[in-house]
């Protein structure tokens, strides 16, 4: 007969076998441990699956995004989903992906799921990964307009619109508007001219900038000018080397002189320089202002620029997302 004492001693017993004790632990810690370090080496395989699909979707974007115009999409889609097949070796097997487009904006979505190893002890045989990119092809302008407001001061300025062709280096002036002062009156008075006027057609290009070149004495380069008694400007021709060129040029893709436009009353910033469609007036005619260097309390020379952009500008293209 086992009496209750005898039942209190073999408890004791089994609780004093550590050897067993640790045997029963081990059983019981076996499962998480394994799931913690198969989750942790699976986990690690699929953020690196991850790494490598937003690389794909990201360069997707990119080549889509080089030859979309905004009215292309399933060629530019086509594009896009021919990267990303052409690493299918490399993705996930079942790898869905999305290619849409809004606006000027080409986005890829990459969707799929990495095999596990041990998670699958705790029934986990997947885990699902996603990427987005987006690429913006910026419009190019084709086709601009200026249109002179107002201008002041005691500085001659020109304002020219200028294009680099493809393959070649040089320059080439579309477009000017100058304002010439004609009286010191009211803190400087003259004539504006755009030349030539209406629609400026931009042609091919692989560069488009906006300069303002300034000449301190209100003459252009070649002449000097003299001031009358009542503060008439009259300007005559000289050969003087100080008279055959300006004081300063600006330019907006110079970062250090940029800031000197407004645009829609708005500064640009210093030290960078902002995408041409910032400012060309594509999606709506902009008002501009330049700051000739003289004074920073108001702007100097003003005219609306607007501009028919029917493309987009692929060299320009740019991840956004």
């Known amino acids: 007969m086992i009496t209750g004492s005898s039942k209190f001693r073999s408890i004791q017993r089994l609780l004093r076998d550590r050897a067993g004790n640790f045997g029963i632990l081990t059983a019981l810690l076996l499962v998480p441990v394994s799931l913690a370090a198969g989750a942790a080496i699976d986990y690690s395989t699929a953020i690196a699956q ?3 699909l ?3 979707a990201d360069s997707a974007a990119l080549a889509g995004g080089e030859i979309y115009d905004g009215t292309n999409f399933s060629t530019a889609k086509a594009t896009a989903q021919a990267f990303i097949d052409a690493y299918a070796a490399t993705t996930p097997i079942g790898l869905a992906s ?3 487009a809004n606006g000027n904006t080409l986005q890829v979505t990459l969707t799929g799921s990495v095999p596990t190893t041990l998670m699958r002890l ?3 045989n997947n885990v699902d990964i996603s990427v987005n ?3 913006y092809s910026p419009p190019k302008p084709q086709q601009v307009t200026l249109t002179p407001t107002k201008a002041q001061g005691y500085y001659y300025k020109k304002v020219t619109i200028r294009v680099v062709r493809p393959n070649t280096t040089s320059e080439v002036v579309l477009g000017t ?3 010439q002062p004609t009286t010191h009156n009211d803190s400087g008075q003259g004539t504006m001219v755009v030349n030539p006027p209406g629609a400026i057609n931009l042609g091919q290009y692989t560069k488009l900038v906006l300069q303002m070149d300034i000449k301190d004495d209100g003459c252009p380069t070649g002449q000097t000018a003299s001031v009358s008694s009542n503060n008439a400007v009259k300007c005559s021709k000289s050969s003087r080397a100080a008279d055959q ?3 300063l040029t600006l330019r907006t893709d110079n970062p250090d002189t940029s800031y ?6 708005q500064q640009l910033p210093k030290g960078i320089t902002v995408p041409i469609e910032n400012y060309f007036g594509c999606q709506s005619p902009q008002n501009h202002a330049w700051e000739d260097g003289g004074g920073w309390e108001r702007q100097d020379i003003f005219y609306t620029i607007s501009s028919v952009c029917a493309s987009a500008d692929g060299a320009a293209v740019r991840l956004t997302q």
Do not use: C, M, P, W
């Open 177 to 179: 508007v100058t304002y």
């Open 260 to 265: 000197y436009l407004f645009v829609n009353g």
């Open 245 to 247: 060129k300006y004081d």
């Open 122 to 124: 705790g029934n986990v």
């Open 50 to 52: 991850r790494t490598n």
């Open 54 to 56: 937003q690389e794909i």
């Open 133 to 135: 990119a987006a690429s």
């Open 98 to 100: 999305n290619i849409t």
